[in-house]
C-alpha cells in the first residue's frame, strides 16, 4: 500500500501504564474466568482461561463467558511484523501476549494476490483466501464480497441489534472492504492520520455502547517503506503504535458497563516488510503476519503453529454467538475449535537442512520420520535426489517455501502447522536415478458396522507431464481399490465418501506420488468418519 503521511505518535497514556507486563495466574475454572489482559501490569485483569482441551471440546461456538456480555475488539497494525513487536519491547502488545495467545504465520504470494495491504485486510475481514474474496492488490478490480463479506456485515445480518465499527487511517478499509450494512465506517482523514484513529476508537469505546469493532493503524507500514523493518525507526513505529494502543485497551477498561462485559481483543497485521523497505513479493519477511488474541478462551501465554489470519473473522463471530454456516466456505475456524492432526504431532522432530541450500542452517523445518500409525512406502523410489524429498515428507510452510521460492509453493496457505508433502521437483535438484514413486499410508481406521465412511483432507497439488496423484483405500488389509485420481490443480478442504464392502471393518489409505523432476502434492489434516 501507499505510505500515508506520518502523523503525531506521541504516546498519550501515562508512563506508569507503559511498563511491560507479567503473566497473571489462572484461576479456578468457574463462570466468571476471565483470560482478558488489556494493556500492562498494572491493569492486568486475574482470572483464569480455559484450558486448550475444554475450549476444544466446547466446538465451534466459542461462547462468551456466562452472565456477561460478549464484545470483539480487533486491532489491524498494518506492516507490522511479530518479531520486531518482540525486539521493540512494545508493554502493550506484550502484556496481550503474555495474558493470551500468540500465533506467528505467514502468507501467500502471487499469483493467489500480493503482499500489500488489499488482499490481507480483506482476507482478515472474510475468513478467506485470496481466491475466494478475488482481493489480489491494493486496486479491487473486482472483489466477491456479495459471496464472501466481512465479518461485521455477517454480525449485523445475523443480529442487526447488535452494534458494529470500523474506524481506519488506510480508507479502502472503511470505504471498500467493510460494507453499508456496517453501522458506523470512518475512513480518518489523512491530516489525522493514526492520531485521529485512535481518538476516534477510544470514543466510541468509551463513551458508545459498541459489540464489535474493528481499528486499523497504519504507521508501521509507513516506517517500514520509509526505513525498512530493520531500522530503528521500524522499532519506533511500533513502540509509538503500542502506546496508541494502550490508549484504546484503557477506553475499554474505563467502560461503566466492562465488569459485565467479556471481551475478545484480537490483533493482527496484513503483511510484513523487507529489512530494507517494502512489500508485495513473496520474500519470507514480506509474507509474515500474526494473530494474538485475548480473551476467556485463550491461555495465558500460549503459542500455536496451527492459526493462520482467516481465523479472526469466525472467532469473532463464535464469541459473539454467531454460529458459522458451512455454506459460507469460509477457510478460517474459531481458534478455540482447532484441533491438531497427527502431522502436528511431529514438531518436535523437525530438524534443519541437508542437501537443501537455500535453507539457512537455523531453520528447523522437516522430518521424513512419519507419525505414529501413519509411514511411508518407498519401496519403489528412485535413489538419490535430495535428501529432504525423497519420498514424502513432512515439513512446514517455512521450511518448504524457502527451498524455492516463486514456484506457487507460497499458495499452500490452507494447510496448517506441519504437513506432508511429495515433491518430485525439489528433490531432482541433486543427481537421481528412477523414477520419483512414494506412498504415504494411513493407520487403519474402524469402519465396523457402517455403510458409507467420509474421507476428508487439505490438499495442495500441482501437476505437470506424467506425474499422478491417487487416493487409494485397503478394506482389511486386501488389494488398494483407486478412489481418487488428481489430474489439475487443486487447492482447497476434499471429501471423499466412501462406500464401505459389506462386512468391511477396517479401512486404510494410500496418497500414491508418481513423477520424474514434476511438481508436488500437499496432503494434510486427515480426517475419517
Known amino acids: 500500500m501507499t505510505p500515508h503521511q506520518e502523523d503525531d505518535v506521541t504516546p498519550r497514556i501515562p508512563a506508569a501504564q507503559q511498563s511491560p507486563a507479567t503473566p497473571h495466574t489462572p484461576a479456578a475454572p468457574g463462570p466468571t474466568r476471565r483470560a482478558l489482559l488489556l494493556g500492562t501490569a498494572a491493569a492486568a485483569l486475574a482470572a483464569g482461561p480455559l484450558s486448550a482441551t475444554a475450549a476444544r471440546a466446547a466446538g465451534a461456538a466459542v461462547t462468551a463467558v456466562a452472565g456477561r456480555t460478549p464484545k470483539v475488539l480487533v486491532i489491524g497494525l498494518d506492516g507490522t511484523m511479530i518479531t520486531r513487536v518482540k525486539d521493540s519491547g512494545a508493554p502493550n502488545l506484550a502484556a496481550l501476549m503474555a495474558g493470551g495467545l500468540t500465533a506467528a504465520s505467514s502468507l501467500y504470494a502471487n499469483p493467489m494476490a500480493g503482499t500489500s495491504s488489499g488482499p490481507g485486510w480483506s482476507t482478515v475481514a472474510t475468513g478467506v483466501w485470496p481466491d475466494k474474496h478475488n482481493v489480489r492488490d491494493n486496486d479491487f478490480g473486482a472483489p466477491a464480497f456479495a459471496a464472501y463479506p466481512d465479518f461485521l456485515t455477517r454480525v449485523e445480518t445475523a443480529n442487526p441489534a447488535l452494534s458494529t465499527y470500523v474506524v481506519a487511517s488506510w480508507a479502502p478499509i472503511a470505504d471498500t472492504i467493510y460494507s ?295 478394506w482389511d488389509g486386501g488389494t488398494p481399490v483407486e478412489v481418487k485420481s488428481y489430474t489439475t490443480d487443486t487447492n482447497g478442504r476434499q471429501r471423499l465418501d466412501l462406500t464401505v464392502p459389506a462386512g468391511a471393518g477396517r479401512l486404510r489409505l494410500r496418497f500414491r506420488y508418481t513423477g520424474s523432476n514434476n511438481w508436488y502434492w500437499v496432503i494434510d489434516d486427515v480426517r475419517v468418519g
Open 180 to 474: 453499508g450494512r456496517v453501522d458506523s465506517r470512518v475512513a480518518t482523514p489523512s491530516a489525522e492520520y493514526d492520531t485521529g484513529t485512535t481518538a476516534r476508537a477510544v470514543a466510541k469505546l468509551r463513551d458508545g455502547n459498541p459489540d464489535a469493532v474493528f481499528v486499523q493503524l497504519d504507521n508501521v507500514d509507513h516506517a517500514g517503506h520509509s526505513s525498512g523493518s530493520a531500522s530503528q525507526a521500524y522499532l519506533d513505529a511500533i513502540r509509538g503504535v503500542d502506546a496508541q494502543v494502550g490508549q484504546i485497551l484503557a477506553a475499554v477498561r474505563g467502560r461503566a458497563g466492562y465488569a459485565q462485559e467479556d471481551w475478545l481483543v484480537m490483533v493482527t497485521a496484513d503483511h510484513g516488510h523487507t529489512p530494507t523497505g517494502g512489500h508485495g513479493g513473496s520474500t519470507w519477511e514480506e509474507r509474515q503476519t500474526f494473530v494474538i488474541a485475548n480473551g476467556s478462551a485463550f491461555p495465558a501465554g500460549s503459542v500455536r503453529h496451527d492459526v493462520r489470519m482467516v481465523d479472526i473473522a469466525p472467532t469473532a463471530l463464535a464469541h459473539l454467538g454467531i454460529a458459522v454456516d458451512p455454506a459460507w466456505d469460509l477457510d478460517g475456524t474459531a481458534i478455540p475449535a482447532l484441533l491438531p492432526d497427527d502431522f502436528d504431532a511431529l514438531r518436535p522432530l523437525l530438524t534443519g537442512r541437508v542437501d537443501e541450500t537455500g535453507i539457512a542452517a537455523g531453520v528447523l523445518g522437516f522430518t521424513r520420520t512419519a507419525p505414529v500409525g501413519w509411514s511411508v512406502d518407498n519401496s519403489a523410489m528412485g535413489t538419490g535426489g535430495v535428501t529432504e524429498w525423497r519420498g514424502w515428507s513432512f515439513t512446514t510452510d517455512e521450511f518448504w517455501t524457502k527451498a524455492q521460492r516463486d514456484q506457487n509453493r507460497e499458495l499452500n496457505v490452507r494447510s496448517r502447522n506441519v504437513f506432508a508433502v511429495a515433491d518430485s521437483d525439489e528433490w531432482a535438484d541433486k543427481t537421481f536415478k528412477g523414477g520419483y514413486d512414494s506412498t504415504l499410508v494411513s493407520p487403519e481406521y474402524p469402519v465396523a458396522g457402517r455403510s458409507s465412511v467420509a474421507v476428508t483432507f487439505t490438499t495442495f497439488y500441482r501437476p505437470e507431464g506424467v506425474q499422478t496423484a491417487r487416493v487409494l483405500a485397503v
